[in-house]
């Protein structure tokens, strides 16, 4: 049973920043991992990937420049760090791994295997 646990979510004014952790009961070396978020009413996007093998990353327009997503394999731990946060990044945000993909960053949500609970993340104006 993998488990992915996120942590780091948290209230902070726009402009400041944020890191969010997961740890995987699993060895991550043998996951590409993403980051989600799902704002009330709106449906769950990817923010950010990183693939399996090379350790590519993709990030999504809106974040593009302001988060970076990262990877210790040593520790299990995927990380997003968030800066110049803006109120429209409040959200609840997901941490999710997939086992089967081995090549690039993993886009779709239907690929991933695994979630994590959630962090929920809310930026002040």
């Known amino acids: 049973q993998v488990q992915l646990v996120e942590s780091g979510g948290g209230l902070v004014q726009a402009g400041g920043s944020l890191r969010l952790s997961c740890v995987a009961s699993?060895?991550?070396?043998?996951?590409?991992m993403g980051w989600f978020r799902q704002a009330p009413g709106k449906d769950r996007q990817l923010v950010a990937a990183?693939?399996?093998?090379?350790?590519?990353?993709w990030y999504s327009d809106s974040v593009t420049g302001r988060f970076t997503i990262s990877r210790d394999n040593a520790k299990n731990t995927v990380y997003l760090q968030m800066n110049s946060l803006k109120p429209e990044d409040t959200a609840l945000y997901y941490c999710?791994?997939?086992?089967?993909?081995?090549?690039?960053?993993?886009?779709?949500?239907?690929?991933?295997?695994?979630w994590g609970q959630g962090t929920q993340v809310t930026v002040s104006s």
């Open positions: 990183v693939s399996r093998i090379d350790g590519r990353t």
């Open positions: 999710a791994a997939d086992y089967t993909s081995y090549t690039g960053p993993v886009i779709s949500p239907r690929d991933y295997e695994y």
């Open positions: 699993v060895r991550t070396f043998f996951y590409a």
